[in-house]
């Protein structure tokens, strides 16, 4: 049946970009984009580490293994940021390509044992994702990766929903929060731990390159038009789901590869509002610049 | 192993030889140009081009059906050079925040890349193992060729680099200064920017698009630890680049299941985490034991001093017990049966059963701690208004600070006093000493 | 008597790259006006900071009405300096006045009309509700000052503490910024201010607190606020302790050592 698995992929990278929005609205906010991109690489290591250490493929071990991973990145940056006095920036890349490095090390020594290499992580393949079911009492209840990811986007939602004011807190002005009593290293690393969630359920499907792509490109599209943070969540969202529909189109029109299209198109969104959307887009300040030397090429009367 | 390892030296195999060369030759260029990006505060910035080249050797060969390295490169440098300006762009001119503008660049480009990638896939010409290779990185595959070019670039811009190294010095250290003295510094800019994406381009092959980060930043990061002169950081990084594509060779001839790239990260990272703890003043380790340090050396002058001033208008070498000196000081029994072992052992102290008092050297010692401290104390409640209670704990944590050109500053403006707030005798400034 | 409403005692701090602070010691009475002044770098701001428990201490004690701050935090509000916040974030001025009320909602509750109408009566406070629903990136620098100085207002507080709100503002928003002070002193509310205008000092304030590094004199401003102590604080005199906090920062002294 062609149009369901057309159904169950599109479902699949709506809730990566679903998920991808919410964590990434507030890394954006918090000029951690780059965090993101640093978690959603060593997870890697955290996968292949908690197989080799258990043998198992199961979901929760797997979770576990990339949040662990993903909070050993965060608290490793900051280590060496603060204590080891080297730059920010300077401290993700140190600490990210290291556990990437160690992850594809393990996969290399343990090739025969490991089911998963460089490329799949790089380009997921949210194709195949529907021929992964999940059979929960003889009955084939769809997709594996919808399941997961459902349940991550569900977290999602929960720490939205118990947490969006202390992170938006947190995000505007840290002094603040803790002025106010807000906990800034107790919300700082729940996120974290949501974006290494985020990135290890659409690791199957999409790759850590296009995650990120779905965590930093919708969130900033609806970050240059937003007056609310609700507004930008929301928009983030739209755009992340309407990529994810026009990019399954766009890869079935050329034969390409879905996710990369669902990213293309999200970057897609993220130009045209760029260029004309709002009162910051491209086109309106030229149009400004116009009309103030029209004023000042008119004499004044 | 030892059998391949001695193999690999041989250097009979060219494989080798090519590996080789292109690893040290990729690691000294990338590592002295990161240390130019690193100080710019753009740490990250050869990770997202890194990404972006991809869209650009995809096209390359799309467009012209060929897998010539050249032809690759070239489109390569294209589109990481179009990357690039999408960054500053994106930072200069809109509410995009630097580190997005990046992860945007590195996704969109990326995803772009990827996608051509799956349609060359499909191509009648259909080969693109070649192109795989550059994205993951995989040195043994290295060509005769590959190394040439190679060669030739890192050459270029390791070249480059000496010759205006003082120009970039200036323009990254002070921008304002160097376009006040007429400096073309957006054309410095954009130098730099060409010689990072060469580098970038040409280091794929060997570490692979992920991985190139770590090859342009960690050296400059670790070569940090070591200095403050920027012509011995740009040295240092790029040998410890140079020994990271060495290690990166030889691991992948051993074995040859092993990637070239993670190994070269794997081996820059340890460099990086020695220079860490172990690099002297700027490491932790020195950073921790000078502290460490600090605090023994207040302990003993602290000691001292009390002795000094239990023998004060007396026997200024008397003896002194052990619960004597613990009422002046708040040291646990232990402690300071540490500390007075240790001053005895320097020969400061002498002791017989229970009772300690200064040897020759150690009343020198403890008169001269002590005048600076009750010249710490004078100046404290004189020019700051302190006080004589609340002066005396302040001086006890700072006076072991003080190098003797403070101490003559202070006793200078002090006017040579002979008596501190408290109404004690500062004691003269030692002349053998020299003063 | 009662508490004081800040309490500083003994207080060292040793900062990264920042000034050191030694041995401040002062208290702020009740229902008055006070400003921090010193030169630029004399640990101002960092002894803000510290007070607010932002930066660890090496030693001392800060009491606020004669508790911890985390026993006291209702009772305390904190306006940060301007440039510490990215005014790009998507936010309207209401919902930026509305953080003023987080500190007291439950974990799970919402900001009720009670708190709404909290927020709307500190805009119409600092002049600024008919800008309530506009995203904060359209404000002045002036304007966004005022939404600061609204948030702290809408926390109903009785304990004012203000880094720099006068910093770069507009003529308009200094008068709005000095009436609201006033009204403040009014209604026996203790405002704390750090600040770096020597001629404006004695007409917006009653008390002040002069550093530089150490504290030089805290008092009433008649008292405290001379020509000697002022020249003790802004005089090259101070020139040996700048020169040992060089020292204790090159030694990474975190705490007291000795």
Redesign the interface.
């Known amino acids: 049946m062609y149009w369901m698995d057309a159904i169950w992929i599109i479902a699949i990278a709506s809730l990566v970009g679903i998920s991808g929005a919410i964590v990434g609205a507030f890394l954006v906010l918090r000029r951690m984009s780059m965090l993101g991109d640093a978690i959603s690489h060593s997870v890697l290591f955290g996968i292949v580490a908690a197989f080799l250490l258990t043998s198992s493929r199961s979901v929760p071990v797997m979770l576990i293994g990339a949040g662990l991973v993903g909070l050993l990145t965060a608290w490793l940056t900051d280590f060496l940021h603060r204590r080891g006095q080297l730059q920010e920036d300077a401290s993700i890349g140190v600490v990210f390509t290291w556990l990437f490095a160690l992850g594809v090390i393990l996969i290399a020594a343990f090739a025969g044992q490991v089911d998963l290499d460089q490329e799949c992580v790089l380009y997921g393949e949210i194709a195949f994702a529907p021929f992964d079911t999940w059979v929960v009492g003889g009955q084939d209840i769809g997709p594996r990766a919808f399941w997961i990811l459902l349940g991550v986007t569900a977290l999602n939602f929960l720490m939205l929903a118990v947490g969006h004011r202390p992170l938006k807190t947190v995000a505007f002005s840290p002094a603040f929060a803790a002025s106010i009593g807000i906990s800034v290293t107790f919300w700082h690393y729940l996120l974290m731990s949501m974006v290494s969630l985020t990135t290890v359920a659409s690791f199957d499907a999409v790759g850590a390159i296009l995650v990120v792509a779905m965590i930093v490109v919708p969130a900033n599209t609806a970050f240059m038009v937003s007056k609310s943070l609700k507004g930008m969540l929301v928009g983030a969202m739209g755009v992340a789901v309407a990529s994810a529909v026009l990019g399954y189109f766009l890869a079935a029109w050329l034969n390409g590869s879905i996710a990369a299209a669902v990213a293309m198109v999200a970057g897609g969104f993220f130009v045209v509002t760029l260029l004309f959307v709002g009162r910051d887009s491209v086109l309106a300040r030229a149009r400004q610049r116009r009309r103030q030397r029209q004023q000042a090429a008119t004499p004044a009367a | 192993m030892g059998q391949l390892f001695l193999e690999f030296w041989r250097l009979d195999d060219p494989n080798v030889v090519w590996v080789l060369a292109g690893a040290v030759l990729l690691g000294g260029a990338a590592g002295v140009i990161g240390v130019f990006a690193?100080l710019q505060?753009?740490?990250?910035i050869?990770?997202a081009l890194a990404?972006a080249a991809l869209p650009g050797v995809a096209t390359a060969f799309i467009l012209f059906q060929t897998r010539e390295l050249e032809v690759i490169l070239a489109g390569a440098v294209v589109s990481c050079a179009l990357g690039i300006l999408a960054i500053d762009y994106l930072v200069d001119h809109?509410?995009?925040?630097?580190?997005?503008a990046?992860?945007?660049v590195?996704?969109?480009f990326?995803?772009?890349g990827?996608?051509?990638?799956?349609?060359i896939q499909?191509m009648p010409v259909g080969n693109q193992a070649g192109l795989?290779k550059l994205?993951?990185g995989q040195a043994a595959a290295l060509t005769a060729d590959d190394v040439r070019v190679l060669g030739i670039v890192a050459a270029l811009i390791l070249v480059v680099a000496a010759l205006l190294f003082d120009r970039f010095r200036v323009v990254i250290f002070d921008r304002g200064f160097a376009r006040a003295i007429g400096m073309p510094v957006r054309f410095y800019d954009f130098l730099l920017s060409t010689l990072l994406v060469l580098a970038v381009v040409i280091g794929l092959q060997l570490a692979?698009?992920?991985?190139m980060?770590?090859v342009i930043?960690?050296p400059?990061?670790a070569a940090?630890y070591w200095s403050n002169r920027l012509g011995l950081i740009v040295i240092l990084a790029g040998l410890f680049g140079v020994i990271a594509g060495i290690v990166g060779a030889n691991v992948s001839y051993i074995a040859p299941?092993?990637?070239t790239?993670?190994?070269m990260?794997?081996a820059i990272?340890a460099i990086?985490f020695v220079s860490?703890f172990a690099a002297p003043e700027?490491g932790?380790y020195a950073?921790w034991r000078?502290?460490a340090r600090?605090?023994r050396r207040?302990?003993e002058e602290?000691v001292l001093r009390t002795l000094f001033k239990l023998g004060e208008g007396g026997d200024q070498r008397r003896w002194a017990g052990v619960n004597e000196i613990l009422r002046y000081r708040s040291l646990s029994p232990v402690a300071l049966g540490r500390v007075l072992r240790r001053l005895e052992a320097e020969g400061h102290l002498e002791h017989a059963d229970d009772r300690w008092r200064l040897s020759g050297a150690g009343l020198e010692r403890a008169r001269a701690i002590t005048r600076r401290h009750r010249l710490w104390e004078l100046?404290l409640t004189r020019?700051?208004?302190?006080s004589p209670d609340?002066v005396h704990?302040?001086a006890?944590?700072?006076e072991?600070?003080?190098?003797p050109e403070?101490e003559r500053?202070?006793a200078e403006?002090l006017g040579t006093p002979e008596a501190d707030p408290h109404g004690q005798a500062i004691p003269a400034d030692n002349p053998r000493a020299g003063g | 008597m009662s508490e004081a409403p800040l309490s500083v005692r003994d207080l060292t701090v040793s900062y990264q790259h920042k000034p050191v602070l030694w041995d401040v010691d002062f208290a702020i009475p009740e229902g008055r006006t006070a400003a921090i002044i010193g030169p630029n770098g004399a640990g101002k701001s960092t002894l803000l900071k510290a007070v607010m428990g932002f930066v660890q201490p090496a030693s001392g004690e800060i009491r606020f009405f004669g508790d911890t701050l985390e026993a006291r935090r209702s009772l305390v509000a904190y306006v940060p300096q301007r440039s510490e916040v990215d005014w790009d974030f998507p936010i309207s001025v209401m919902d930026t006045v509305l953080m003023g009320r987080y500190g007291r909602l439950p974990l799970l509750g919402r900001p009720r009309a009670a708190d709404r109408e909290a927020a709307r009566r500190a805009l119409e406070k600092v002049g600024m509700l008919e800008f309530a629903e506009r995203q904060i990136s359209q404000l002045s620098g002036g304007q966004q000052q005022r939404v600061f100085i609204a948030r702290a207002l809408a926390q109903e507080a009785s304990l004012y503490l203000m880094d720099e709100p006068f910093a770069g503002v507009d003529v308009a928003t200094e008068k709005a910024i000095v009436e609201l002070l006033k009204e403040l002193r009014a209604e026996g509310k203790t405002v704390v201010v750090v600040h770096h205008d020597l001629s404006t000092v004695g007409d917006y304030f009653e008390h002040v607190v002069l550093l530089n590094m150490r504290l030089v004199a805290a008092g009433p401003i008649e008292e405290a606020f001379t020509p000697e102590t002022l020249n003790k604080t802004y005089g090259g005199r101070l020139g040996m302790l700048s020169e040992v906090a060089e020292r204790v920062r090159e030694y990474g002294l975190d705490e007291r050592t000795g």
């Open positions: 690193f505060k753009r740490a990250l050869g990770d990404h809109t509410r995009i925040k630097p580190d997005s990046l992860a945007i590195l996704s969109v990326f995803a772009f990827a996608f051509e990638m799956t349609h499909q795989d994205l993951f692979g698009v992920v991985l980060a770590a930043l960690t400059a990061a940090r299941r092993m990637p790239g993670p190994w990260v794997m990272t990086f860490l700027r932790l950073r000078r502290r600090l605090r207040v302990a602290n100046y020019q700051v208004e302190l609340q704990d302040d006890e944590a700072v072991h600070l003080l190098t403070m500053a202070l403006e």
